[in-house]
């Protein structure tokens, strides 16, 4: 048996982060995130993008006029048309539980998206957040503002009338699936209908302990983008009206996926050159490696696996860190970057070396 090369300790600085327990040499994989634990594919990349393994049809020349679609689909009865780059992926597609439950959920949400058609006779009055978000935003103004949403959701009455003209935006429909994908890889994993493939350090099988492990990012997100509440506040009502009977136990969790979905998730890239994002994934293994704006260790997609690999060699007890960001932009445009997105200063050594010195005089 092969000695483990890393361990997951708790820092002063960051939560927990993971460490080298031996010197690691460049190129070594250290670390494996089997599946997205939630994910989703945008609208006008699903014909060209396979299901299975994520795989771009259009890498190189993609024309909007002229998208290339695969050519290999699955039409299932009661689920979304999806698409495949070959008769492996579909088989493999196919003989999985979570691939085809999610399609079947996706059907209905598309099909209950187009019943929250907007009512032209409606003066535009939304019951949620009607008076629009305040100057300072509070844990105590998010947390009515859930109890409100719980509220109007209570009265399935009440909910299909508010959903019935909702007008549900594109983006809040992405951010459905993605929520939904999770809810039914959560229901797979209670009842035990597929063993959930772990990564190589993280013993448990429960995925969805690991999401909830993963750190909320609700008060620093809903305070720089006020906006959000209101979409995760429709995203949720929505859910509860769409999602079929058996899933509906879950949507108490809602809250807790959009809490983590900014800050943990990944673009889902057409390839190295990141041109074009194709959707997002949450690979919750992922979210242990803290940020470094010279990692040592860089992550790559095969698949829908996420693969960690050292970058440099590495000493014993140093700090295993990917990169969130574009590192080749100045330190200026990195800390603003990391604030926005990740809702926290770099401290990292390069960041020191170069950001200009706050005690200086000048
Ligand atoms: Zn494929
Ligand atoms: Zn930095």
């Given at each position: 048996?092969?000695?483990?090369?890393?361990?997951?300790?708790?820092?002063l600085y960051g939560g927990r982060s993971l460490f080298a327990i031996q010197p690691i040499i460049e190129g070594t994989n250290i670390f494996t995130c089997q599946?997205?634990?939630?994910?989703?594919?945008?609208?006008?990349?699903?014909?060209?993008?396979?299901?299975?393994?994520?795989?771009?049809?259009?890498?190189?020349?993609?024309?909007?006029?002229?998208?290339?679609?695969?050519?290999?689909?699955?039409?299932r009865t009661n689920a979304e048309t999806v698409w495949f780059c070959t008769?492996?992926?579909?088989?493999?597609?196919?003989?999985?539980?979570?691939?085809?439950?999610?399609?079947?959920?996706?059907?209905?949400l598309g099909k209950a998206k187009i019943a929250t058609r907007k009512n032209p006779d409606r003066d535009g009055y939304d019951p949620i957040l009607p008076n629009g978000p305040p100057t300072q935003i509070t844990q105590d103004y998010i947390d009515k503002a859930w109890a409100d949403v719980e509220e109007l959701v209570s009265c399935r009455a009440r909910l299909s009338s508010y959903c019935s003209t909702m007008n549900l935006e594109d983006m809040e429909l992405e951010i459905?699936?993605?929520?939904?994908?999770?809810i039914v890889q959560r229901y797979v994993s209670d009842h035990r209908l597929a063993s959930l493939a772990t990564s190589s350090i993280i013993t448990t099988s429960d995925l969805w302990k690991e999401v909830l492990d993963?750190?909320?990012?609700?008060?620093?997100?809903?305070?720089?983008?006020?906006?959000?509440?209101?979409?995760?506040?429709?995203?949720?009502?929505?859910?509860?009206?769409?999602?079929p009977k058996h899933l509906r136990q879950y949507v108490?969790?809602?809250?807790?996926?959009?809490?983590?979905?900014?800050?943990?998730?990944?673009?889902?890239?057409?390839?190295?050159?990141?041109?074009e994002m194709l959707g997002w994934g949450l690979w919750a293994g992922a979210s242990y490696f803290n940020h470094s704006c010279c990692p040592n260790v860089k992550k790559?997609?095969?698949?829908?696996?996420?693969?960690?690999?050292?970058?440099?060699?590495?000493?014993?007890?140093?700090?295993?860190?990917?990169?969130?960001?574009?590192?080749?932009q100045t330190v200026t445009q990195r800390k603003r970057d990391l604030q926005n997105s990740w809702f926290f200063a770099c401290r990292c050594q390069r960041c020191q070396s170069e950001e200009p010195d706050?005690?200086?005089?000048?």
């Amino acid at each position: 048996m092969t000695q483990p090369l890393i361990d997951l300790r708790t820092t002063l600085y960051g939560g927990r982060s993971l460490f080298a327990i031996q010197p690691i040499i460049e190129g070594t994989n250290i670390f494996t995130c089997q599946v997205p634990c939630a994910h989703v594919i945008y609208k006008d990349y699903r014909r060209e993008v396979c299901a299975q393994c994520f795989a771009y049809a259009a890498s190189n020349s993609r024309s909007i006029d002229d998208p290339r679609t695969w050519g290999i689909k699955s039409c299932r009865t009661n689920a979304e048309t999806v698409w495949f780059c070959t008769d492996e992926c579909k088989v493999t597609w196919e003989s999985g539980v979570i691939g085809p439950l999610i399609a079947g959920v996706n059907a209905l949400l598309g099909k209950a998206k187009i019943a929250t058609r907007k009512n032209p006779d409606r003066d535009g009055y939304d019951p949620i957040l009607p008076n629009g978000p305040p100057t300072q935003i509070t844990q105590d103004y998010i947390d009515k503002a859930w109890a409100d949403v719980e509220e109007l959701v209570s009265c399935r009455a009440r909910l299909s009338s508010y959903c019935s003209t909702m007008n549900l935006e594109d983006m809040e429909l992405e951010i459905s699936r993605s929520v939904a994908s999770a809810i039914v890889q959560r229901y797979v994993s209670d009842h035990r209908l597929a063993s959930l493939a772990t990564s190589s350090i993280i013993t448990t099988s429960d995925l969805w302990k690991e999401v909830l492990d993963l750190q909320s990012s609700e008060l620093p997100n809903v305070s720089l983008r006020p906006y959000i509440l209101a979409a995760h506040l429709r995203v949720y009502a929505f859910l509860c009206y769409s999602l079929p009977k058996h899933l509906r136990q879950y949507v108490p969790t809602v809250r807790h996926i959009l809490a983590r979905d900014t800050g943990n998730a990944f673009g889902i890239w057409d390839g190295d050159n990141r041109d074009e994002m194709l959707g997002w994934g949450l690979w919750a293994g992922a979210s242990y490696f803290n940020h470094s704006c010279c990692p040592n260790v860089k992550k790559t997609r095969v698949g829908r696996t996420m693969h960690f690999t050292t970058s440099r060699s590495v000493e014993i007890d140093e700090e295993l860190c990917i990169s969130y960001i574009d590192t080749n932009q100045t330190v200026t445009q990195r800390k603003r970057d990391l604030q926005n997105s990740w809702f926290f200063a770099c401290r990292c050594q390069r960041c020191q070396s170069e950001e200009p010195d706050e005690a200086s005089p000048h």
